[in-house]
Structures are given as C-alpha cells and as structure tokens.
C-alpha cells in the first residue's frame, strides 16, 4: 500500500500541467527571440543612420574607385559618387512605380556608360515625377557640362505583394537590375543603383532624391515591449502554477 506522502507526492505530480507548460515555454521561447531579433535590428539601424549622417558631409568619390571596391566585395551602399553622364537627361528610360505624396507616380531609371571601371555601365534612378508629367519630359536636352553627383543604393527588395514587372512596356514595380539594363541596352551593369542628387532638370523632369534622413529607429521599443510580453507569459504562468499548489 502506498503510504500518504507517496499518494500526496503522485497526486502532486498528476496535477502537474504539461501541456500548458510547452505552450508556455514555446510561447516565452518565441517571444525571446522576437525581442532579441529586435535588439539586433536596432544595432543594424544605428550603424545606418551612422552611416547615412557621416555622409551628409561627405564629398563624393570617384564612381571607379568605389565600384572597385564593390568588385572585390565591399560593402558601397550609401556611398556619394560622381560620374561624368553628360547624356543622363536624354537618354531612353523606363519607369519604376512609386507612391508620392499627390498620388501615384514613377521612378525614372535610365543608365549611365561607365568607361575605364570595373562594369561599363550604372543604371540610374534619377527621382520621381507624376504620372501625368511623363510625358511632358523633354528628351532633346543638351550634354551636361558638369559630373552628376548621387548616392549608391541597392534598391529593396520584391515580396510577395509586388506585382509582376512589364518589361515590355517599360514598367517595374520592383529594381531587377538585369531586366532594366537589358531593356536600356546597358551593357555589364552595376550590381547599385545611383540615386541621383544632382543636378535637377531645369524644367519638368524627375525630382532628383536626397539622402534620406527621416528614416525611423523603433527597434528598442518593439524589443522593450517582446521582452515586455515574454516577462508578462511567465509571470501568469507562475501564479497558476502558485494557484494550483494553493488548492
């Protein structure tokens, strides 16, 4: 016969919530990893607006020299270059789908021959413009008589929400590199765009891009409020478990 204090100690271990516990554990185990997940994206943040800040002053360098160092696998994003493009403003485009603040309206990608680097060509986002300007763009404009200047980006990338680009149309709703540089017959693009800065068309054109500076940096608090929701799982998990002794 078992004595009372082995009937107490199964009943005990009876009542014990299994099931409830590897919820619990899985749940403060996902909570966790979301919380730290963010602390790691706001390292990753900070070292951008680092990045991009030093860079407000910075002067341009050499495109050659920077898609050099791209060549040999360093990281260029965020660089200011210039470039000589003397026939940016007349050369074919296509269009690259953006929201903007009057409504819809395009990205205008071109291309820029690059001579003497590592790629012979770059293409280049040269800003947004309405929909209904586009056509109004003049293509019979003169060379530039001075070096473009802009910053190197790599563009985001498409999910699942993206709808399909139209190459034959010369419409995108995603940056596919090697689909734009085959239809602006850019020969061994660069694996970067160039965000265009300056100069700005005189008349109706694309509004070149400034270096963003209002990028937002939310990381501590949604890991504050992961950790937040993790300590809060275990604390109701403690005081059932508290209640359950209790009866």
């Given at each position: ?46 070292g951008v ?11 341009p360098q ?86 473009i200047v ?98």
């Amino acid at each position: 016969m078992m004595t009372s204090e082995a009937r107490t100690g199964a009943a005990v271990r009876q009542g014990f919530p299994v099931v409830m516990t590897l919820f619990a554990a899985a749940a403060f185990a996902i909570l966790i990893g979301l919380g730290v997940w963010q602390v790691q994206r706001l390292h990753w943040k900070e070292g951008v607006l680092a990045r991009i800040a030093a860079l407000q002053a910075a002067p341009p360098q050499s495109i050659f020299e920077v898609l050099s160092r791209a060549r040999a696998g360093g990281d260029i994003d965020y660089t200011r270059v210039s470039a000589d493009c003397p026939h940016i403003e007349s050369t074919p485009f296509v269009r690259l789908f953006a929201p903007g603040d009057g409504g819809g309206g395009f990205r205008i990608i071109t291309h820029c021959v690059l001579t003497g680097g590592p790629y012979h060509s770059i293409l280049v986002d040269r800003g947004f413009i309405d929909q209904d300007q586009v056509a109004k763009m003049d293509a019979s404009k003169t060379p530039l008589d001075r070096a473009i200047v802009g910053v190197l980006r790599k563009g985001d990338a498409r999910n699942f929400l993206t709808p399909d680009n139209q190459p034959g149309q010369g419409l995108f709703y995603s940056r596919d590199i090697a689909v734009m540089a085959h239809v602006l017959g850019a020969v061994d693009p660069a694996p970067t765009f160039l965000m265009l800065e300056s100069p700005a068309p005189a008349d109706v054109g694309p509004k070149p891009a400034p270096v963003p500076v209002d990028i937002p940096n939310n990381h501590l608090s949604y890991a504050i409020t992961w950790f937040g929701l993790a300590a809060s799982l275990a604390g109701v998990y403690l005081a059932s478990l508290w209640r359950r002794r209790a009866r």
